[in-house]
């Protein structure tokens, strides 16, 4: 039987604050908030846990977020089909990718950066018309001297996340099956395998595979019918936690990485979570992980 209490503090449930259009993107930066983006009114903000949200910045229907190894903000553009890279130090943009080859991008989704600086984003295409579509979906990887590969083609590649040895990527298959992919990665990043992970359709509550974590135990969380839903390494699936809105991004922060921070539509939550989640390269040098409980 799943036991949502053996993954969750399931009393500690908060809401954080809710009035937005669609909550989306959430990061956990070091200095002790969190970052999350409200994309339909192309809007970043931040919120330390237990203070009010504050507005940061306008985004061309800004998304996904990560840090890069310098600590600069990656994030996701819909709207204009692309990447940034901005820098919160100096308030400066810049564009990190919004073609190849002279075709344009899609709709950018998620986006993550590996140990070594290497970029990993999603590109779903089934929101840009056909006539104006110039590439497949696919996940793609951006490496830190500029040069742009493909990973996998999907067929809606949306959240994704590294496991603890970053040897499997996990990609979220939204649409028109629910399922995650586990991508296997040799040590150069080469592909050597792909499966689906997770089968997650049926249920009849709200909710699609979207956002995609992971923690240092290397379970997996993913968002999808009736809240965020977790698998162990293996596949085994763990548990369900619902929220009162439906789930749709979550991130793990705090000093000790067991504060979840979940977006849910217009809603913000956060939850305690048994174990730490994995910090990206940039957060690993901030926060103290814990030893793996027994």
């Excluded at 162990?232 to 922060?253: E, I, Q, S």
């Amino acid at each position: 039987m799943n036991d949502d209490r053996s993954i969750f503090d399931v009393e500690s449930i908060t809401l954080v604050a809710d009035g937005f259009a669609f909550a989306e993107g959430p990061l956990w930066d070091p200095q002790g908030f969190f970052y999350f983006a409200d994309v339909r009114r192309d809007e970043l903000h931040r919120v330390v846990p237990g203070d009010a949200p504050s507005f940061v910045r306008r985004t061309k229907n800004g998304n996904g977020l990560t840090f890069d190894l310098t600590g600069k903000l990656v994030q996701c553009e819909g709207d204009t089909r692309r990447l940034t890279r901005w820098d919160p130090a100096t308030d400066t943009e810049s564009v990190v990718l919004d073609q190849l080859d002279g075709k344009r991008l899609n709709r950018p989704n998620d986006v993550i950066c590996a140990r070594d600086g290497t970029l990993y984003f999603t590109d779903p295409g089934q929101r840009v018309p056909m006539e104006a579509r110039d590439l497949d979906a696919a996940v793609w990887r951006i490496r830190p001297e500029g040069s742009v590969e493909l990973v996998a083609y999907c067929e809606y590649p949306n959240g994704l996340a590294f496991s603890p040895d970053e040897r499997r990527l996990y990609v979220a298959n939204t649409r028109f099956q629910q399922y995650i992919h586990a991508i296997d990665l040799d040590a150069s990043g080469a592909v050597v395998g792909r499966r689906i992970f997770a089968d997650m359709s049926g249920g009849s509550s709200a909710g699609v595979p979207d956002g995609i974590k992971v923690d240092i135990a290397g379970n997996v969380y993913c968002t999808g019918a009736g809240g965020i839903w977790v698998f162990a390494p293996d596949g085994t699936h763990l548990a369900t936690l619902g929220f009162a809105k439906p789930a749709v991004n979550m991130a793990f922060g705090g000093e000790d990485m067991k504060t979840m921070f979940v977006c849910a539509h217009d809603t913000l939550y956060t939850v305690r979570t048994r174990f730490p989640g994995l910090p990206s390269a940039w957060q690993q040098a901030a926060v103290s992980v814990p030893p793996l409980p027994a």
